[in-house]
């Protein structure tokens, strides 16, 4: 996953970030608009409304635009609220419309909060949403969807496996947005900075893209953390925590 940082410059920290204050969780918002990670985060820095967020991901990438050991005014509980004072507060993009953009961003918005909470050695328990804090019905489409669905798929990167024994010949599914990997049919591409570099057929692209992240694969070889798969005639190497399956 791609984490991009954008400082915010110490002159806006009274409007965006006024407190140096100590993390307890995480709260889960909708943008409730259609527009990327990077341009809502340059946007958010670049206007003077005491409207901010910690972090913001879209279908590609997670862009983390305030220091995280200050506050931010995202969960309308006021300047001293638990939500905007103890939580990072991370949106989730392309809400508005929603569809499969949404879907993705959804889903690498769940892998960046499970990252989160191991790194802070934090349990499901700190995952909160916006909705707690004050009434507002947010995060919106992800609560249309179902709140527990959205933990569940927090959990499951949470509880994945670093090894993954699987034997020659064994199908797994895999969970690797098609956006996620920047492929373009004819390609080569390098998948998530690793050396290996991938020819990219028509049939693994729409295996990934038309099943919707649960492209059947079969494994020739595993290793720590990296497994090599083949797809038909084709293979390519995928982080064991993109198994989202083994069959
Ligand atoms: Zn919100």
Avoid at 130 to 136: G, P, T, V
């Amino acid at each position: 996953m791609q984490i991009t940082r954008i400082n915010c410059p110490s002159s806006k920290y009274s409007i965006k970030c006024p407190d140096v204050t100590t993390k307890e969780g995480i709260s889960v918002h909708n943008t409730a608009n259609d527009a990327s990670a990077m341009a809502e985060a340059s946007y958010m820095l670049g206007n003077n409304n005491k409207c901010s967020f910690h972090a913001v991901v879209d279908n590609c990438r997670a862009v983390e635009c305030l220091p995280f050991d200050r506050s931010c005014f995202a969960s309308g509980d006021g300047r001293y609220g638990k939500g905007n004072a103890r939580m990072i507060n991370i949106e989730i993009c392309y809400s508005k419309s929603g569809g499969q953009r949404f879907n993705d961003a959804e889903k690498l918005t769940a892998q960046y909060i499970a990252y989160l909470l191991k790194k802070y050695n934090w349990g499901i328990d700190r995952v909160t949403k916006h909705q707690d804090y004050s009434r507002k019905y947010c995060p919106h489409r992800t609560l249309d969807l179902g709140w527990q669905r959205f933990l569940d798929m927090v959990k499951m990167y949470l509880n994945e496996r670093k090894y993954v024994e699987l034997k020659q010949g064994q199908a797994v599914e895999i969970s690797v947005p098609f956006y996620h990997t920047g492929a373009v049919e004819g390609n080569r591409f390098q998948y998530d900075n690793r050396t290996e570099i991938c020819w990219i057929h028509s049939n693994t692209k729409s295996l990934i893209k038309n099943d919707n992240l649960t492209a059947r694969a079969i494994v020739c070889w595993a290793e720590a953390e990296r497994v090599l798969v083949q797809v038909f005639d084709d293979q390519f190497w995928i982080k064991t925590s993109d198994i989202a399956k083994v069959l």
